[in-house]
Every structure is written in structure tokens, then in C-alpha cells.
């Protein structure tokens, strides 16, 4: 079994910046980590992605340029570095881990998740 557990989220005005944390516990997890977000109403959707061991990562065309995606492997930790905020990144933001290089981007992909955490940008 693997345990994630987000932080960082918070309230932040537009064109900020935020840090978000995935701390991973249990068994190792292996393949790839991703971000997804959900905003209320909408699909959860991918946001970035990166593989544990490599350089293999990935980034949403919505968000390429602002967030970037990092991995600490002593930590046993993921970060997603969020810069430039928009109102529209405003949503719930969930780690997952366990996914294929060929599910990367899908949410069947992964088989543990997070519990998320709360991003909000004010205009």
C-alpha cells in the first residue's frame, strides 16, 4: 500500500505563486506520479506528471510555462511549483501514484490518490 498526502494549498491572489507537496509512505511507489486537479462541477483532469526514476516528465498545455513538476526520491516526495496562478486554476489538487508511462495522462491510470488539496485564486 501506498499513503499520499498533499499540502501546500492555500488562498492566493492572481499571478502568484503556490508550492504544492505529495508525500508518499508505505511501499515505494514506482512508475509515475502525477497532479490532477478538479474544479467544482468539472471532470478531475491531468495536470502534470513525472516518473520516479529519469527524466521523464509531462505538463498540461493549460498550465506549460507556469507549473512545473520535481521529485525528491530520498524524500520520497513530489512538488508541483505553481506560478503565474489564474482564477481558473482554482480547484481541489490530488497526487496519485502507480501509473505506466502509457497512462500517464489518465485518471484509470493510477491506483493510489491523495486526498487533495484546496487551491484558490482570487482575482
Known amino acids: 500500500q501506498v499513503q499520499l498526502v498533499e499540502s501546500g494549498g492555500g488562498l492566493v491572489q492572481a499571478g502568484g505563486s503556490l508550492r504544492l507537496s505529495c508525500a508518499a509512505s508505505?511501499?515505494?511507489?514506482?512508475?509515475?506520479v502525477g497532479w490532477f486537479r478538479q474544479a467544482p462541477g468539472k471532470e478531475r483532469e491531468f495536470v502534470a506528471a513525472i516518473r520516479r526514476t529519469g527524466s521523464n516528465t509531462y505538463v498540461a498545455d493549460s498550465v506549460k510555462g507556469r507549473f512545473t513538476i520535481s521529485r525528491d526520491i530520498p524524500k520520497n516526495t513530489v512538488y508541483l511549483q505553481m506560478n503565474s496562478l489564474k482564477p481558473e486554476d482554482t480547484a481541489v489538487y490530488y497526487c496519485?501514484?502507480?501509473?505506466?508511462?502509457?497512462?500517464?495522462?489518465?485518471?484509470?491510470?493510477?491506483?493510489?490518490w491523495g486526498h487533495g488539496t484546496q487551491v484558490t485564486v482570487s482575482s
Open positions: 508505505g511501499r515505494t511507489f514506482s512508475s509515475y
Open positions: 496519485a501514484a502507480g501509473a505506466s508511462s502509457a497512462l500517464y495522462y489518465a485518471v484509470e491510470g493510477y491506483n493510489y
